[in-house]
Nanobody, 124 residues
């Protein structure tokens, strides 16, 4: 069973930056595409960012392009989401997810394993 543990969430003001992390327990991490999703109260879980097995290819939802950066450290089995210029509408629980295969995925059904989530709250 793969465990994904997110950390780094918190309460910040609009315009601030935050970096959240996700550590995977699975030693196939370096062969897996990884993704970040978020879910705001009363809304469906939505795709935020994804990167392939070596970080050579990335994908972002339009609303975060130019503000968020996804990256990974395969030696530490960790994926990061650097969030800059945060807005109140970025407020959500952020989840990381791991694929069985090496490529990017933008749909929840692309992912086999999920973390428990970390809360990010952006005040205006």
């Amino acid at each position: 069973q793969v465990q994904l543990v997110e950390s780094g969430g918190g309460l910040v003001q609009a315009g601030s930056s935050l970096r959240i992390s996700c550590v995977s327990s699975r030693d196939t991490f370096s062969q897996s595409g990884m993704g970040w999703f978020r879910q705001a109260p009363g809304k469906e879980r939505e795709f935020v960012a994804s990167l392939d097995w070596n970080g050579g290819e990335t994908e972002y939802t339009d609303s975060v392009k130019g503000r968020f950066t996804v990256s990974r450290d395969n030696a530490k089995q960790t994926v990061f989401l650097q969030m800059n210029s945060l807005k109140p509408e970025d407020t959500a629980v952020y989840y990381c997810a791991q694929r069985l295969g090496p490529f990017i995925g933008t749909k929840t059904e692309d992912y086999m394993y999920w973390g428990q989530g970390t809360q990010v709250t952006v005040s205006s």
